[in-house]
């Protein structure tokens, strides 16, 4: 199995907290302009089926690269790892933004790790829950450990595609952190719930400047 790189954390599934009131008023803005007129994130199945909340995800990823929202983002990435030197640290440019409704068939990305499908050693991953997130509407994660038994047993089925991972029940606010060696996927909303969240990876600095890696930025001073 490859070995992490780079002097940020590896973090195996750490649970952190942070106030995320200021970004959920922007995506709820958002989501209005766009004619959803959603009571809460939490109730945007009420209006948002599954073609309309893929639609609404895109549309936030696409706007998540302006100013203000990638204000807000770093912002919450500095409140979230108040231990890094913010200035050698990079973000990723355009922050993923998802909107999970019930019985969305398409949207739920299946198990892999971001090593897999091309990201670097060096990056990390920061998983924003904007609201509850239970039972088959939460992010589906295992440690590193178990990680790497699967991994290295040739337990799961090539692209990952069938194989179930525990979900990693959480509230509004909390922050998962951990790398791009840890398995973790979604599965199809079974509860009668929406689950919007953020994930956004940050790496070194340096090394994106080094390899001209456009998908990052500085992450901005307060």
């Known amino acids: ?7 940020l954390p590896a973090w195996d599934l ?12 922007w995506v709820l803005e ?14 945007a199945h009420e209006v948002l089926d599954p073609a309309k909340a893929l639609e609404a ?7 998540g690269d302006g100013h203000e929202a990638r204000a807000l983002v770093n912002a919450l990435v500095r409140a979230a790892l108040p231990e890094l030197p913010f200035d050698a640290v990079a973000v990723q440019a355009i ?10 068939q398409v949207s739920p990305v299946p198990v892999h790790t971001d090593h897999h499908i091309g990201h670097g050693l060096d990056e990390r991953n920061l998983w924003f829950a904007l609201t509850d997130a239970r039972r088959t509407a939460a992010l589906h994660a295992v440690p590193f450990a178990e990680s790497k038994r699967l991994l290295d047993d040739g337990a799961l089925d090539p692209g990952f595609t069938r194989h179930r991972l525990p979900p990693l029940e959480v509230k509004k606010g909390e922050v998962l952190l951990f ?5 973790h996927g979604a599965q199809v909303v079974e509860e009668p719930m929406t689950r919007v969240s953020l994930d956004v990876r940050i790496a070194p600095l340096a090394s994106v400047r080094a390899r001209s890696r456009a998908t990052f930025v500085a992450l901005e001073a307060r």
């Open 1 to 7: 199995m490859p070995r992490l790189t780079g002097f």
């Open 179 to 183: 790398t791009p060696l840890h398995l």
């Open 57 to 63: 995800s895109r549309a936030l990823c696409f706007e």
């Open 30 to 43: 958002r989501l209005r302009s766009r004619g959803h007129q959603v009571a809460s994130l939490a109730r």
């Open 95 to 104: 922050p993923h933004f998802r909107v999970l409704v019930p019985k969305d």
């Open 14 to 25: 750490e649970r952190r907290r942070v106030d995320v009131s200021a970004l959920e008023a």
